[in-house]
């Protein structure tokens, strides 16, 4: 099964999905990234997170869920986190 909008409206079905090996953490970051590439115009993010880091944790998260071993259901779901609120290793500029 291939990743869709029409498939995946939460992280709930995203993780199930990932239980129920329809698609892997790696497929379903690779969606998101283009969804971000196709929208572009909206300019919805000040900064991403490198492709190759996505990737790579995207993996071993697959690899923990191979191994049974996953963190949480939210183990290898992409996220966002909106720029006023501070994160390690994270510029915070709300923005500005």
Do not use: W
Request: a neutral charge; glycine letters at 4%.
């Amino acid at each position: 099964m291939k990743v869709s909008k029409q498939v995946i409206r939460t992280l709930g079905q995203a993780h199930k999905h990932i239980v129920n090996k329809d698609f892997s953490c790696v497929d379903l970051i690779q969606a998101t990234i283009a969804n971000v590439e196709d929208n572009k115009h909206l300019n919805a993010f000040v900064a991403l997170t490198d492709q190759a880091q996505l990737l790579d944790q995207a993996e071993q998260a697959d690899a923990r869920y191979r191994n049974g071993e996953q963190r949480s259901v939210l183990d290898g779901m992409p996220i966002a986190i909106k720029d006023n609120l501070f994160v390690k290793g994270l510029q915070c500029s709300a923005a500005s």
